[in-house]
């Protein structure tokens, strides 16, 4: 079964790429409509998260364009330079993800205020976000038996996502329970995790950084 789907639908990370391209195109369309709509109400909510789909957009888009330029190299180790030049600095985008989230989840709490989606619109919601979560574990677990440094940056960038997209989750959910909480609690859950996820892509950085220094002196 698995040499049949990779026949004809290519290895994993061909498939990731696929999807990848796929997610840069809703993204784009969600930023632009977000955008719009902050423009047309003032919405500071509404800005904010129109430039953190921008953000992913463009952390998806360099993912790709390396991915094709290392397969384009001509030598197995350009190939690998390539990538790992891009790898050491991926941590860059994980930072500002969370740091736009974090601006967000400061207003929610600051000025008490969400969109929060109801009806049959919160288990879409919810549903998306348990989707994210899972696949992008998943997706994670598998790139690092690859060993496959690209694809490995999409799978982070896409759980970095996901971890913030929490947020909306619990705004959801507790929207049900106590509308005054929700906001407040939420927006709390938000700032850590948002904090967490910006000093995990600042140590990404600098281990790799550290790591990459190292090897070149010893060469």
Same mark, same amino acid.
């Given at each position: 079964m698995k040499k049949l789907i990779e026949k004809y639908a290519g290895s994993y990370t061909d498939r990731v790429i696929a999807l990848s391209v796929l997610s840069v195109v809703v993204n784009l369309i969600s930023a632009a409509a977000k955008f719009i709509i902050g423009i047309q109400l003032s919405s500071f909510w509404y800005i904010v998260n129109s430039s953190y789909y921008?953000?992913?957009?463009?952390?998806? #888009?360099a993912c790709i364009v390396v991915y094709r330029k290392s397969r384009r190299e001509k030598t197995a180790d350009m190939r690998i330079k390539t990538e790992t030049d891009f790898y050491r600095g991926s941590g860059v985008f994980i930072f500002l993800l969370a740091a736009l989230y974090l601006i967000l989840c400061v207003f929610m709490l600051t000025r008490q205020y969400a969109v929060v989606a109801e009806g049959y619109d919160a288990i879409v919601i919810v549903g998306i976000v348990v989707? @994210? &979560? #899972?696949?992008?574990?998943?997706?994670?677990?598998?790139?690092?038996?690859?060993?496959?440094?690209?694809?490995?940056?999409?799978k982070t960038i896409s759980l970095t996502d996901a971890g913030v997209s929490l947020i909306a989750?619990? *705004?959801?959910?507790?929207?049900?329970?106590?509308? @005054? #909480?929700?906001?407040?609690?939420? *927006?709390?859950?938000?700032?850590? #995790?948002? &904090?967490?996820? /910006?000093?995990?892509?600042?140590? /990404?950085?600098?281990?790799?950084?550290?790591?990459?220094? @190292?090897? @070149?002196?010893?060469?």
């Open positions: 921008v953000t992913l957009v463009a952390a998806r #888009i989707y @994210k &979560l #899972i696949f992008s574990l998943y997706g994670l677990r598998v790139t690092r038996r690859l060993h496959d440094r690209v694809t490995e940056t999409l989750a619990s *705004a959801t959910v507790l929207n049900f329970i106590d509308e @005054k #909480i929700a906001v407040k609690t939420s *927006a709390a859950l938000g700032i850590v #995790i948002s &904090l967490a996820f /910006m000093v995990t892509g600042t140590v /990404m950085t600098v281990t790799r950084t550290r790591k990459y220094n @190292k090897s @070149k002196v010893k060469q």
